[in-house]
Nanobody
Framework: QVQLVESGGGLVQAGGSLRLSCAASGRTFGTHAMGWFRQAPGKEREFVAAISWSGGSSYYADSVKGRFTISRDNAKNTVYLQMNSLKSEDTAVYYC????????????????WGQGTQVTVSS
């Protein structure tokens, strides 16, 4: 199995930046596509960003395009989400996810999930 642990969440002012990290275990990490999802209270969990196993292809939700960047370092078994120009509507619990296949924006396609990390953006 792949085990995922998120870190880097916290409180930040609107317009500020934050970088989330997702540390993964497993010898096959480099073959897994990775994604970030988020869930605010009372809302469905929504897609944020995804990256292919090689790091060659990335995908973003329209709401974060141009502000967020997903990347991965397979040597460190780590996936990152750099978040810039943060808005109050970015406030949510952010989850890291992995799947043994191509990158996808569909929540149900991911088999492995982290515990989540809280991001709060103050106005």
């Amino acid at each position: 199995q792949v085990q995922l642990v998120e870190s880097g969440g916290g409180l930040v002012q609107a317009g500020g930046s934050l970088r989330l990290s997702c540390a993964a275990s497993g010898r096959t990490f480099g073959t897994h596509a990775m994604g970030w999802f988020r869930q605010a209270p009372g809302k469905e969990r929504e897609f944020v960003a995804a990256i292919s196993w090689s790091g060659g292809s990335s995908y973003y939700a329209d709401s974060v395009k141009g502000r967020f960047t997903i990347s991965r370092d397979n040597a460190k078994n780590t996936v990152y989400l750099q978040m810039n120009s943060l808005k109050s509507e970015d406030t949510a619990v952010y989850y890291c996810a992995a799947r043994n296949g191509p990158a996808t924006v569909t929540r149900r396609e991911y088999a492995y999930w982290g515990q989540g990390t809280q991001v709060t953006v103050s106005s």
